[in-house]
């Protein structure tokens, strides 16, 4: 067996309703004022409100940041990181997206230090610790409640990572209440970006082990056969329970094992476009897989039965093929745009797009087959 590590957040809760208990969960920590990081339309929604009470209740202030958006850029979380010292705040949580996780994450390790964040893009850059630290996604896809990831837009449109121990949270809460009722178009993206986590991580070139292939396979057998009933039936709280699992056992295994090509053609379509990154994976997701489909065929094959079950008994070839049309019509099936050129995007997009995804090295290195500038923009090609 291959030597391997493998590093996940501390604690887990999973229960409809338990945002309630972040307040004890803080006050136990020794917290006294937390930055409580979120967007305007989670606050709007009332999705953050048993948080925010149950810290009150149990006597930890709240200084509350919610001007996160889509793909956070630089000045926003540095803006975000001095009000934070201003307040004093001694923890943070987060009850939101991936943008305003990834920013609490980043949050919680600048308050409390002298290191610029320019330092910090890249692998185990980050110095010293952090401040106390609950995450509570509000959506199954980014699962970036128990990843040590945070990624950034910098002023370029360029999306960079900072990738580092630190960046785990003290607890992973898993509240399904919180997505109940999320738009099929949003469900459906978030969840494929969840799938795209598993898959990846499942085929990544570099640091594939044992931990990481059980929770992919796990998280895809949840995703898969629960992300029509959470769109179609949006208050069924089993299937938002399981896609939420899913979408956290996929965060472990991509964490451990990292993602590749659909990850570095989905970002520029961020940075760029605006388009929001679960969607930026399912609009390229079936053309990667054809590409890798020469080196990664046996398993894709092992994966195609657990997320399309009436391809089980098929031929590898057959199980491959069935997996790469069923992501095609997936997205269009649930409400989703299924092409580039739905999302803005045109022929003469497509240089600049290859070239931005060819900078994503740090993702590229984990291709089961290697990219190539040509072979990228072939990809956009097929997708638009």
């Not at 009150?56 to 996160?68: N, P, Q, S, T």
């Not at 899913?246 to 520029?268: C, D, E, K, R």
Request: hydrophobic fraction near 45%.
């Amino acid at each position: 067996m291959h030597a391997f590590q493998f590093q996940t957040t501390k604690s887990i809760i999973s229960e409809v309703g338990s945002t309630a208990k972040i307040g004890d969960l803080m006050a136990e920590m020794g917290c006294k004022k937390v930055a409580f990081v979120t967007d305007k339309i989670i606050l709007e929604l009332g999705l953050a409100d048993a948080a925010v009470d149950g810290l009150k209740k149990a006597g930890v202030a709240v200084h509350v940041i919610d001007d996160v958006v889509a793909d956070p850029p630089e000045d926003m979380i540095l803006k975000a990181v001095e009000e934070s010292k201003a307040e004093g705040v001694d923890g943070v949580v987060s009850v939101g997206g991936g943008s305003s996780m990834d920013t609490a994450k980043l949050i919680a390790v600048l308050i409390g230090s002298d290191q610029p964040i320019e330092e910090m893009y890249g692998v185990g850059l980050v110095k010293g610790g952090r401040v106390p630290m609950i995450l509570s996604p509000t959506t199954a896809g980014t699962g970036s409640e128990v990843t040590p990831i945070s990624i950034v837009t910098t002023g370029t449109n360029e999306k960079k990572g900072v990738v580092s121990h630190q960046l785990l949270p003290d607890w992973a809460v898993l509240d399904a209440e919180l997505t109940v009722g999320l738009p099929a178009p949003i469900t459906a993206a978030t969840g494929i970006d969840a799938m795209v986590h598993a898959i990846e991580a499942y085929t990544s070139k570099h640091k594939k082990n044992i931990v990481s292939d059980t929770l992919a396979r796990q998280a895809l057998d949840l995703l898969g056969n629960s992300i029509y009933t959470a769109c179609h039936t949006p208050e069924d709280r089993e299937a938002r329970s399981n896609m939420l699992l899913g979408s956290m056992l996929a965060g472990m295994a991509f964490a451990n094992a990292p993602v590749a090509a659909v990850h570095a053609l989905a970002y520029p379509l961020g940075g760029h476009f605006k388009v929001p990154h679960g969607l930026s994976n399912a609009l390229v997701l079936p053309y990667v897989l054809d590409f890798n489909m020469s080196e990664a065929s046996s398993l894709y094959a092992e994966l195609a039965p657990i997320i399309f079950r009436d391809t089980a008994g098929k031929s590898d070839a057959d199980k491959c093929d069935a997996m790469v049309e069923g992501f095609k019509k997936m997205g269009p099936e649930l409400g989703m745009q299924s092409k580039l050129a739905e999302v803005g995007v045109n022929h003469n997009h497509l240089p600049m797009l290859a070239e931005d995804a060819m900078k994503q090295q740090r993702l590229l290195v984990n291709n089961p087959r290697e990219m190539t500038y040509e072979a990228a923009l072939e990809i956009y090609t097929q997708a638009l």
